[in-house]
């Protein structure tokens, strides 16, 4: 149904997607999976004509639909799931969708009420179908701004169902979902699947998820299409949430955390702990609260329960810059480097907390990064990924933390410089520092670990030694893709 | 050859002088302009009037020293009544943003409820301004004229075009460089003017580094209130003070800021440049420079005007359009300081 | 349910302000402020639709009110047969090279690709077009300038009454509007509002240089009235005997007479417009309005438009501007490129908007009226408050005299402080948008 060939898309100097061919068959619910940084949902993107692909071909049926902008391709049947209009209620956010409403021209909205009204009762009443069928009756009014990330979810879908597309691509309509509502999501899509015909093409992370849905499976591997994969049988669920407790106090802790970022909770009753000396790593599917957990151990997330201590000492209600005094530091996810400054710019605004000679912090950065050194006037934004994310963990060692925590640092970067990376953070090991980071590379992560943590939908459901977990089958399974 | 320097000097005379003159004084502005949308993330509709009320407070302590009989001719009084009209606009700024822009600051508003405050500010800043000096024209400049007269070069080179560069043109110029340099100084070697660079890059980071964002938000403000008293005043001396007319000047500030690439102090400086000789080149009469280069017979008709020097506001308008239209970044790649 | 009685309530209050001041001052003065304030209320209803409805943060209103006020000229004004012969040709010449060389780039950007060579090319082509067009133009308007400079100087207009120049004011200002959208519609807003605020500018400048167009500078009065004049009124029996019968003097008679016909006209235009208004934004097209305010990206995904509904609304808010300004010439009897300024063109009638409630057609309506109001009191009250303050003072004192001088100034503080009031206490206006239809 949609055949892409060969689609380069490069942004600068980056190529964001690097020739990628598939296709989509008619009547599918196709799959994509792969890590992230791997261009998956710029890969959406470009499909759906938000950007203009640099190379390469993108064809419906037969009709070439390159270039295109989203509108028109909404009015060829392809759809992309878009965030709500926050502002309009949610009927007003189905009511929005249909195309060839006579009454979004304005000579029938002023001249031909009649017609109007007619077909915004027939539209009004599909509508309210849909929100039957998703039960979201009770919202129906609300603004959809003000729905949980799961009614927003629903809704999404709701506006594919009044678009009546031919296909639809949806970008991880399960993160952050709870299991309930994944299940109803995916209901849903089957119905729309089998009852109407839609065709969807899918980003999706939850492995049980996807191989209850999609058939065909596509892996991509960095920017650039992997193997076609058919999805196995159902992958067995995860066991029950296993927690233990030590008997002797981790250097840091974050115990029985609960909380996230507005009303609804994402993490639950999360414990997460740390050695000086010590890697412990957070793994899990996406949206399971990997980073929503380490950033609540920073004090970036606002805690409804549970506690956070360093070195015995309670640091709950401290804020992140107090928490750096402490000897924390952290390297965020993205934009974690100055672009417009100099690599040692970078390492300074790092010390910047602290009053005094940085000319050993910085010393013993460069002994680390010698990369950094040489380039120490070079313009950080002008550095490659890989330098970059060593000027990144560079920067948060200025401060000579006894804790570093690391938000994915292998995100998007090539499994050499990944090796190097991790070769790296086993040097930082050595001075003694506590150590704690998410990856979403979870092997190779929990070969390095001194203690892994699997999570999902914000509990812990494993957690023990890397190479134990490793050796867990479950795990294995559910969590390492086999 | 006597025509060949004849014509330069010509073009200096007419294009180049005024138009670095005026460069200056727009590169300051620009400077304020961009800074304060690196550091706070919104265009400044009031920053024109900013400008008015710094040189109005220059010209009242002006017209007091006057009285008094206190001067430093040749240069003009307003050089020393300067301090006065900075410490002015920096005190207002501050009210201002403690009035109002920290509230929607503090909750996060999108920078064009910003930008829509701003333009009340700009009403009520107008109206103190024009209450309490008035709407008209006033002199700012006192003391020597010129540096060099064009009686002076004629006789000293023995050419047909006299030089005149005027005191007030060769005091912006100096005084600018002064203030860019200090400026850059500050942004690039202390350790406020990092964090500025640092939390106009990448706010969320800064803040993890340590950054006091009310520190860097009252720094700017201060500077942006600097520049802007200095560039009045210098424009004042030069030209004269008239409210409106600073109104004005928010334009092709703004085009500079733009076109450089609004948030790269650096952009600013060449964005205002180029404005500013634009603007002068585009609307020169070269009539009697092309009969020093071209032979008798082809000697041109009209003007050979471009355009009327009316239509000055139109050119860096144009210039900003082609810009933003060509590279919608500006020249350098803006939203930043560095 | 307050809600519901709280836009009729205020437009009530409305309505006793200026009675107030009807039987406080004159009803003379107070007919006067209710004239600008419902050509305030258009002006503002054609930003609202604009910003309200699509968040284009339009800073250009007075170029468009200027084009509706040239309207005013060239419909009404007698043509200059002189000035057509000694210059129309030219003109005209000059006329068809501007439109050949815009053809001749269409079809240039049509058929080469992107890259150097159409770049430059086009650049060649501007340039070439702009000197082929001054050879023509720049005679042609000397020729016409020349003529009889202290009265006419310019081609006139085309004769017709000027009620017609409200509908061509709004066509011009909509050229215009699309013009300039299909330069500047795809930039950021910020960059936009900068963008607009230039072409105002730039428009003002070309009215206030191009005499041979509408007399620049030199202004042109004494345009004709759709309304009958005060002198013929007080010379016709029928109303000498209205008067009588009312007990008016007839020269008092006379002028609340012509307001109140201007008030009659003025008022028709605005039901119109706000019956538009109110028409469209509470149907499909509203809400794919909002939706594309809201969201842009969304509304693309969703099949929206964008950049063609942005054009759509651009224009239709530009060309309600422009029949606002053509009004206000008519108003005049006079136009007077001089007094376009953009304190009380552009960023008035943003506060129109911001305090009436933008997103609401009674909002901006109201806000017309009441800021109006207000920018015109604020006079009086300023010098009266000028004049308790300073009370104390002797008469001749310096800073009494000043200050009583400066009080006019005191509107724009009080405007600021308006503005600013609602913004932070009131955000979405006094009559707020609605949510949820």
Known sequence: ?????????????????????????????????????????????????????????????????????????????????????????????????????????????WFRRGRVRAQEAEIRARAADVIHFLGLDEVAGERAGALSGGQKKLLELGRTMMAEPRIVFLDEVGAGVNRTLLRSIGDAILRLNRERGYTFCMIEHDIDFIS????????????????????????????????????????????????????????????????????????????????TAMKAVFGMVMLRAGAVLLDGEDITRLSPQERVRKGMGFVPQERNVFTTMSVQENLEMGAYIRAGDIADPMARVFDLFPILKERRRQIAGELSGGQRQQVAIGRALMTEPRVLMLDEPTAGVSPVVMDDLFDRILEIRATGIAILMVEQNAAQALSIADRGYVLVTGENRHTDTGAALLADPEVRRSFLGG | MTDVANAIVLLLNFVIVPGVAYGSQLALGALGVTLVFGILRFANFAHGDVMAFGTMVVLLTTWWFQGMGVGIAPLPTALIALPFGIAAAAAFNLTADRLVFRFYRRRKSPPVILLIASIGVMFALQGIVRLIIGPNDQRLAD???????????????????????????????????????????????????????????????????????????????????????????????????????????????????????????????????????????????????????????????????????????????????????????????????? | MTARFRTPLLFVVMAALLAAVGFGQSWVVSLSILNLCLISAIMALGLNMQWGYAGLLNVGVMGFAALGGLAGVLVSQAPVGEAWAAGGGGLGIALAVVVGTALLIVLLRRFVPKGALRTSATA????????????????????????????????????????????????????????????????????????????????????????????????????????????????????????????????????????????????????????????????????????????EDAAAAMGKDVTRRHMQIFVLGAAVMGIAGAMLTTLDGQFTPGSYQPLRFTFLVWVMVIVGGSGNNWGAVFGGFLVWFVWVEAEPAGFWLMDAITAGLPEDNALRAHLLDSAAYMRLIVMGLILLVVMRFSPRGIIPERRGR
């Not at chain 2, 009045?232 to 085009?255: A, C, V």
């Not at chain 3, 009889?148 to 081609?155: P, R």
């Not at chain 3, 009065?221 to 016709?236: A, H, K, M, N, W």
């Open chain 2, 143 to 338: 003391g020597a004229r010129f540096i060099i007269k064009a009686s002076e070069f004629k006789a000293a080179t023995g050419l047909k075009e006299g030089l005149a560069i005027k005191l007030s043109q060769g005091l912006t110029v100096a005084v600018t460089a002064i203030a860019v340099a200090a400026l850059f100084l500050f942004l690039q070697r202390s350790r406020a003017g990092k964090a500025m660079r640092a939390y106009s890059d990448n706010e969320d980071l800064a803040l993890l580094s340590g950054v006091n964002p009310d520190r860097v938000v009252l720094y700017a403000w201060l500077i942006a209130a600097t520049l802007a008293a200095v560039a009045g005043t210098m424009y004042g001396i030069d030209k004269s003070f008239k409210p409106f007319t600073y109104f004005q000047l928010l334009l092709p500030t703004f085009s500079s800021a733009i076109l450089g690439g609004i948030g790269h102090p650096v952009g600013a400086v060449v964005g205002a440049f180029i404005v500013a000789l634009s603007e002068t080149g585009v609307t020169y009469a070269y009539k009697k420079f092309l009969r020093y280069l071209l032979p008798e017979s082809w000697e041109p008709g009209g003007l050979v005007q471009l355009l009327s020097t009316d239509y000055k506001l139109a050119i860096s308008f144009v210039i900003l359009v082609v810009v933003l239209l060509v590279r919608p970044t500006g020249i350098f790649r803006g939203r930043v300081l560095s």
């Open chain 3, 124 to 295: 060649a082509l501007l340039i070439a077009g702009f000197f082929i067009a001054r050879i023509f133009f720049d005679p042609a308007v000397e020729a016409i300038e020349r003529i009889d400079s202290a009265t006419t100087g310019y081609i006139g207009g085309a004769g017709l009454p000027i009620i017609l120049s409200w509908m061509v004011g709004g066509v011009l200002a909509a050229g215009a509007a699309w013009l300039i959208g299909k330069v500047a519609l795809g930039l950021r807003t910020d960059y936009f509002a900068i963008a607009t605020l230039g072409i105002a500018e730039i428009v003002i400048t070309v009215i206030k240089n191009e005499d041979w167009l509408g007399r620049g500078v030199k202004n042109v009065t004494g345009l004709d009235r759709p309304v009958p004049y005060e002198i013929d009124l007080q010379q016709s029996p029928w109303f000498l005997d209205l008067v009588h019968w009312l007990g008016v003097d007839p020269i008092a008679g006379s002028s609340i007479f012509v307001k109140l016909c201007y008030a009659v006209l003025f008022a028709l235009v605005l039901i119109a417009v706000v019956w538009l208004a109110e028409r469209a934004l509470n149907s499909p097209w509203g809400r794919m309005m909002r939706a594309i305010r809201d969201n």
């Open chain 1, 1 to 109: 149904m949609i055949r892409v060939e060969n689609l380069h898309l490069h942004f600068g100097g980056i190529r964001a997607v690097d020739g990628v061919s598939l296709e989509i068959e008619q009547g599918s619910i196709t799959g994509l999976i792969g890590p992230n940084g791997a261009g998956k949902t710029t890969l959406f993107n470009v499909i759906a004509g938000v950007y203009p692909p640099s190379e390469g071909r993108v064809f419906l049926q037969d009709e070439d639909i390159t270039g295109l902008g989203p509108h028109q391709l909404f009015h060829r049947g392809v759809l992309r799931t878009a965030h709500e209009f926050s502002s309009l209620t949610v009927a007003e956010n189905l009511t929005t969708v249909p195309a060839g409403q006579a009454g979004e021209e304005l000579l029938n909205a």
């Open chain 1, 212 to 291: 209850r849905l999609c058939q065909p499976v596509i892996v991509m591997a960095l920017a650039r299409r992997g193997q076609v994969r058919p999805a196995g049988d159902r992958l067995l669920p995860g066991a029950r949430p296993q927690t233990r407790r030590r008997p002797i106090m981790s250097f840091l802790i974050g115990d029985g955390m609960t909380g996230g970022y507005g009303d609804a909770d994402i993490i639950r009753n999360c414990t997460i702990e740390a050695e000086q000396g010590e890697i412990a790593v957070i793994v899990g599917p996406n949206g399971a609260g990997k980073s």
